[in-house]
């Protein structure tokens, strides 16, 4: 049965879906701020954390208002003593229009995948190799993984975020069990009819052991059961494992999300 909202390869819905859910995913834990030429999203509790402090929907049209964006967010960070690290380009927003700009004030470029199912898979039943349970229930093995995640981060991770947003309605967030030792999490984040599949994650010693089918299984049947329209998941463009095997899991790719980031001192 194919997806009631039609996705495809350009997925223009779909690049607006993982957009519309990366902001409710940072009001969990950021304050939100429409500024002049993007929404700043503040979190003074996480201070070192550049996801939780952001700078999105960016939309600039010259390297003049680029200036300008640029001092009215760094001050609009500063006045809750924080750095802003991280800024998320508007969906149609030409990144040529600010890349040099952005490069010059020690800014890399991080682009993003957008991925989404364009029709329900059949299902792989591994419940005799893995329990997946609710991480509500799972508090001290959901800290655990999350732990070995942030030790494992590019850049900057904090448990105590991802503790912070499990408790939020529309997350639902699960623990992979081999046994009794945690193997990954992973969890779904609805908002509206869209499904974002998010934070997922297998331990080191557990990989190449049909953990990530498992826990993307789940996922999968738990969307459907929730009837969402767009099934969609994030990754980085440099995670090319990541890509291959969400295709090889039934989705496919719908362009390219552009990020810039740069190094907290």
Same mark, same amino acid.
């Given at each position: ?156 991770? =904090? !448990?105590?975020?991802?503790?912070? $947003? ?6 639902? @967030? %699960?623990?992979?069990?081999? #046994?009794? &030792? ?46 969402? =329209? !767009?099934?969609?998941?994030?990754? $980085? ?6 890509? @291959? %095997?969400?295709?090889?899991? #039934?989705? &496919? ?13």
């Amino acid at each position: 049965m194919d997806l009631s909202l039609n996705v495809v390869a350009d997925g223009p819905n779909v690049r607006g879906a993982i957009l519309r859910t990366n902001q409710a995913f940072l009001e969990l834990v950021s304050t939100k701020t429409t500024l002049d030429y993007g929404i700043a999203f503040a979190a003074p509790e996480f201070p070192t954390v550049s996801e939780c402090n952001q700078f999105r929907e960016v939309w600039i049209e010259s390297r003049d208002d680029a200036a300008t964006a640029l001092a009215q967010a760094d001050a609009h960070f500063a006045d809750s003593e924080l750095t802003c690290s991280r800024w998320a380009l508007a969906e149609g927003q030409k990144s040529e229009t600010i890349e040099s700009f952005m490069r010059d004030f020690g800014f890399e470029r991080d682009d993003r995948v957008a991925m989404a199912l364009d029709g329900w898979p059949a299902a792989i039943d591994l419940t005799d190799k893995y329990r997946v349970l609710p991480a509500r229930a799972m508090r001290a093995a959901f800290s655990d993984v999350c732990s070995q995640r942030a030790s494992e981060a590019e850049g900057d991770a =904090s !448990v105590d975020v991802d503790v912070e $947003r499990l408790d939020d309605h529309r997350l639902d @967030a %699960f623990v992979i069990m081999d #046994g009794k &030792i945690p193997a990954g999490i992973c969890s779904l984040f609805q908002v509206g009819d869209i499904g974002r599949f998010a934070d997922m994650y297998v331990v080191a010693d557990m990989r190449r052991k049909k953990v990530g089918t498992a826990m993307v299984n789940h996922l999968i049947a738990l969307a459907r059961r929730l009837t969402v =329209s !767009v099934a969609c998941i994030e990754v $980085r463009q440099s995670n090319e494992p990541a890509v @291959a %095997f969400l295709k090889k899991c #039934g989705f &496919i790719e719908a362009g390219t999300l552009v990020e810039f980031v740069r190094p907290i001192a």
